[in-house]
């Protein structure tokens, strides 16, 4: 078991960049879940795949945030246009699914900082 | 909707006490699970315990034990002989049965153990 894995640790980017995200779950999780973390908040659920369908997503996911999952393994979390606003720690989580309460296991997240 | 409402920012205390951190809980599901996750410095989220609704025994994991009080819709977890690596964030969540939505966390208690 080597963990949810989260790519890249920090991005700096400017405001109107695109940045994209990668999450890598733990091997054979079939649920896939993306939140976003700000200082002195609780993560925000953003969406959730279950295989390589994207089954649920937030209205905190505006049309600039787009997210994938091709082959129901890894995770591709973009966003276009950022703004300052965007700056926040996304947070990716995988479970087994096998139960309605397997246990979310998260990555140590993507730190996002849009100057 | 569900709300998760966690009424402590930060509590502190010495090394060996035994914590209590609150946490309420609204919803109008009659299927759901409840959790408590730890997020240290490092900022991995680990589940500490989990609780789901139709059980009436409260869970116990080691140091750690929930006060489930369904009527009340609070969710209480107990910290015994608190430890010096026991001080992290600790997020209350709810998960509806189904766990599409994943989970809706407080805003968090900043545990501080004091040596």
């Known amino acids: 078991d080597t963990g949810v894995s989260q790519n890249p640790r920090h991005k700096i980017t400017k405001r109107g960049q695109n940045v994209t995200f990668r999450c890598d779950p733990i091997?054979?999780?079939?649920?896939l879940y993306w939140y976003r973390q700000t200082l002195g908040q609780g993560p925000e659920f953003l969406t959730y795949?279950?295989?390589?369908?994207?089954?649920?997503k937030s209205r905190l996911l505006s049309d600039r945030f787009s997210a994938e999952r091709p082959k129901g393994s890894f995770s591709t979390l973009e966003i276009q246009r950022t703004e300052q606003g965007d700056s926040a720690m996304y947070l990716c989580a995988s479970s087994a699914g096998q139960s309605e309460n397997s246990p979310l296991h998260f990555g140590n997240g993507t730190r996002l900082t849009v100057t | 909707a569900q709300t998760v409402t966690q009424s402590q920012p930060e509590m502190s205390v010495q090394e060996a006490e035994t914590v209590t951190l609150s946490c309420t809980y609204d919803t109008s599901e009659s299927n759901y699970y409840l959790f408590w996750y730890k997020q240290p410095p490092s900022r991995q989220m680990i589940l500490v315990i989990r609780q789901e609704a139709y059980k009436q025994q409260n869970a116990t994991e080691n140091r750690f034990s929930v006060n489930f009080q369904k009527a009340a819709k609070s969710f209480s977890l107990k910290i015994s002989d608190s430890q010096l690596g026991d001080t992290a964030m600790y997020f209350c969540?709810?998960?509806?049965?189904?766990?599409?939505?994943?989970?809706?966390f407080g805003k968090g208690t900043h545990l501080i153990i004091q040596p």
């Open positions: 091997s054979e999780h079939n649920r």
């Open positions: 795949f279950q295989n390589e369908a994207q089954l649920e």
């Open positions: 969540a709810f998960m509806r049965g189904g766990g599409a939505d994943g989970l809706t």
